[in-house]
Structures are given as structure tokens and as C-alpha cells.
């Protein structure tokens, strides 16, 4: 239990209650003859703190083992917790070493709190504030200062780590195949406000994503049945002996999980196939990926309509993205007309004819296309917005270029409206709810294995810390 502040002075006079007519009645001291409320004892609080001390037999010292590779703490006999400075789970683990005595003797414990100490001390204190009924239904409370003396001692596992680095028993292999890790990176994040790899032994970042290593066959399932859950991944098992025991007839391997994120991101551009287009009902061909999740939000860009493709699905057709976030364009809003037809109610999109220049060739010729967005609910006259441009982009696939010979592809697909920095102009997405538990941002942004970043994913990163928090 945790007091967010104890009253001054470390004692505390508690008169039995009495009746109303005789609150206002005094009496005096039998010791010192000092007035004073009238109690059973006959005496004041500063006599009675005089003769009983409230403390007596209370523990004043007490030791702690703390693991300084995992920032653990021991419960004995066997167990390890996790625990932060001054959190509520290491005040109640402290409490667990000092509370066994108290009932013995006479005392409850009312509050507690911590006092500060140098990190390097390797000394944690307590205020306690303990009660006990002294004479006759009188009671006293007294603040009480106990002092823990921080033992290190690797726990059980960081000593098999740090003895075997090698000695892990699963590892889960995270990679993206991608011309920019969008999905991966965002999936780190979340990873990370999620303390999912608090019980890794170690995490490697690799050339294409990272890699968690797990003493145990269980927890690496549970990260793969997490990350599944977060993102469209693609999972293999494969597992190789170690050692064989003929005698008692058991067997040790190493197992090892591949997990694959699907190489289409947010924002991403993707020209579907011909079969990939009939399978989902006439979608696209020309479709915006506009959310992801555990599937990929497919947006047609002519209809607006929305479709949500799974992992299983993808892996039918395998298609790539024909551009990618890291080519949008900016683009200024000059007039929105209002479509009649509604979009996707789900996401809250609202059809819209908008007219548009490129914000670079802005003043510089009359170069003004029309064009349908779904960004209808959002944008107005004089608005900013990132888009593709598809008159002068480079586009590589052979299906596209057929499509465009035979269709009329529009000149440019709306993707996402630019927000002022630090301004008031913040929406969040429509059906969205703030989270609760929000890690700082400075936090989220350090991640979990700090995967090698080159220049252009560093900006694909802040863009992504952007959008949080917008």
C-alpha cells in the first residue's frame, strides 16, 4: 500500500471516537498536567510517546538481491520479479520482507511510502507509518524507517546466458522483405510499449529485422502468436537436434520460428492481379493500402470500397506494391466538391471531387487536376495532402502498363492529409480511441533491438512517430 503523502511529525494521537456532547470537553494531563481531549489513558500524546514506543521490535534493516542484467528482484526462494525504481510491484515486494513480523507484535501498517536514494548506494528505504494500541483502546501511530541493502546476484537465467551465450533453446527470426520496413518498424514499436521481449535472453538486430532468442519453447510461440495477431506475417518451424539421452530416452533441440511480414505497407500503392482482382469481387485493379493489421486494408481507388485480405489470401497471388510512401508527393488542396456517394462507413471515409496542384510546381504553370478522394471528411480548400502522382511516376510491371493502354488511370490517388506541426488541426482516424497506457514517444522511439537503420528508414521512422502523435 502507497500513501501519496504522510502528514508531518512521527506521531500520532488517536482518542478513542467519543460522543458528539463531549468533543468540546477537556481535561487535563495526569503527568504533566497539560489540557487535552479526554481518553481512556488519562494522558497526552507527548507523554505517551514518552513511556511506549510505538517502533519497539519493528525491523529496521532488511537485504533485497537484485539482478542488474534483467532489473530483477528476488522472492524467495526460487522466484525472480521484474520490477522498476519506486513502482507499486517493488513496493509490494519490499512490503512482503517486513509486513510477517508486524501482527506479532501488536502493529498494522497504515501507509508507506518511499525516500529517495542515490541509484549508486545500493540502499533502498522505506517510510512506514505503524500503528498499535498502547493503553486502554489508545492508539498511536509512529513513521518507521527501514532500509534494504541491494545485494546483486544474476538471476537464473541471465547466469545461463551470460555463462552460455549460446545456450538459448528457441529463437524467433522477424524479417521484411521490403524496399522500406514500414510494417517492421511500426511492429517494433509496438513490441516495445508491449514489453513483449521482457523474457528474451537477448535480441540481435540483423541486416533485414531482428532476432529474439527464449530459453524456453514457449515463450518464443507466444511472441510468434503475437506478432501474428499485430501484422500479416507468414510463419515456418523447423527445429534441429542437440543431444539425445539413450538411457532415459529424452531429446534436446533448438527450435527456430521464420517470421515473415508481408512486404506491402500502409500507405503503399498496389496494382492487384487479374486473379487477385476477381477472388475479391471486382476490387481495383488499383487499390491504396490504408491500414494494416493482422490483414491488409485494400482500398479501390475508383469505388472506394474497402477489402480485407489476409495473410492466407496474399500468399495465393504474391503481389508487390507498384509505389511506396517513400515516392508520395505533395500536393495543395484548391477546391472540394462533395460527391453524393458515400465511402467506406467503417473508416469513415466520405467520397469527394477535389481539384489539385503539386505543391513544387505551385505558381509555376496551370498544371490543375481533378481528382476523386476518399479523403472527402477531411480535406478543404487550401489543405495539404501527400499523393501519388501517376502521370510522372515511374511505375514498373507489366500489368499496369497494359491497364493503362486499355483504361483510363487517374492522375493522381490522394493518400493522407498533412497536418500542421504542433498546430491545433489534429484529428485522429474515425472509431479510434486514445490508449490508456501511451509510452512516451522519446520511449517508444528507442524500441526494442534497435534495428540498423539507414538514412531512409530513419525518415520512414519519423514520419511513423509523427503519426502516433497525431
Request: net charge neutral; proline share 7%; charged share 25%.
Amino acid at each position: 500500500m502507497a500513501s501519496p503523502h504522510l502528514p508531518s511529525g512521527d506521531t500520532l494521537f488517536l482518542p478513542p471516537p467519543s460522543q458528539p456532547a463531549a468533543g468540546a470537553c477537556t481535561t487535563l494531563c495526569c503527568a504533566c498536567g497539560v489540557p487535552m481531549p479526554p481518553n481512556a489513558a488519562n494522558t497526552c500524546a507527548r507523554c505517551l510517546r514518552a513511556r511506549v514506543d510505538v517502533t519497539e521490535g519493528a525491523p529496521r534493516h532488511a537485504a533485497v538481491v537484485h539482478c542488474p542484467s534483467c532489473s530483477s528482484y528476488l522472492e524467495p526462494p526460487r522466484r525472480w520479479t521484474r520490477a522498476a525504481p519506486e513502482s507499486p510491484e517493488l513496493m509490494q515486494l519490499l512490503l512482503r520482507r517486513v509486513q510477517r513480523p508486524l501482527p506479532r507484535l501488536g502493529l498494522s501498517l497504515t501507509a508507506a511510502e518511499f525516500v529517495f536514494t542515490e541509484p549508486h548506494s545500493k540502499r533502498l528505504k522505506l517510510r512506514l507509518r505503524l500503528r498499535r494500541e498502547v493503553l486502554h483502546g489508545v492508539a498511536l501511530e509512529q513513521d518507521h524507517a527501514v532500509e534494504f541493502i541491494v545485494h546483486d546476484r544474476l538471476c537464473d537465467a541471465c547466469g545461463r546466458a551470460r555463462a552460455d551465450p549460446d545456450q538459448w533453446c528457441a529463437v524467433v527470426q522477424l524479417r521484411q522483405r521490403a524496399s522500406h520496413r514500414r510494417t517492421l518498424l511500426h511492429l517494433e514499436q509496438r513490441l516495445a510499449t508491449l514489453g513483449a521481449a521482457d523474457s528474451a535472453i537477448r535480441v540481435e538486430p540483423t541486416a533485414g529485422g531482428l532476432d529474439f532468442f527464449f530459453a524456453s519453447r514457449s515463450r518464443a510461440a507466444g511472441l510468434v502468436a503475437l506478432i501474428a495477431s499485430l501484422a500479416p506475417a507468414r510463419t515456418e518451424t523447423a527445429k534441429q537436434l542437440v543431444s539425445h539421452d539413450t538411457k532415459s530416452n529424452s531429446y534436446r533441440y533448438k527450435h527456430a520460428f521464420s517470421v515473415e511480414l508481408c512486404p506491402v505497407c500502409r500507405d503503399d500503392l498496389v496494382f492487384l492481379p487479374r486473379d487477385a482482382s476477381r477472388s475479391l469481387g471486382g476490387l481495383g485493379p488499383l487499390v491504396l493500402c490504408v491500414k494494416v493489421t493482422d490483414t491488409l486494408a485494400l482500398l479501390d481507388a475508383s469505388t472506394h470500397r474497402v477489402v480485407h485480405l489476409g495473410m492466407k489470401e496474399y500468399d495465393r497471388h504474391r503481389f508487390e506494391p507498384v509505389l511506396t510512401s517513400r515516392q508520395l508527393v505533395e500536393y495543395v488542396v484548391l477546391d472540394v466538391d462533395p460527391s453524393p456517394a458515400a465511402g467506406d462507413a467503417r473508416f469513415g471515409y466520405r467520397t469527394a471531387y477535389v481539384q489539385v496542384a503539386r505543391a513544387s510546381e505551385l505558381g509555376r504553370n496551370d498544371a490543375i487536376v481533378t481528382v476523386r478522394t476518399h479523403l472527402g471528411h477531411l480535406l478543404g480548400p487550401g489543405d495539404r495532402a501527400l499523393g501519388y502522382d501517376l502521370r510522372g511516376a515511374n511505375a514498373n510491371g507489366q500489368d499496369i502498363e497494359n491497364y493503362g493502354q486499355s483504361h483510363c488511370l487517374p492522375d493522381a490517388v490522394l493518400v493522407k492529409k498533412i497536418y500542421e506541426k504542433g498546430g491545433g488541426d489534429k484529428m485522429h482516424q474515425a472509431g479510434s480511441k486514445p490508449d490508456d497506457g501511451v509510452v512516451d514517444i522519446d520511449e517508444i522511439a528507442m524500441g526494442i533491438g534497435g534495428i540498423d537503420l539507414d538514412p531512409a528508414d530513419e525518415v520512414e521512422l519519423d514520419e511513423l512517430l509523427e503519426d502516433i502523435r497525431l
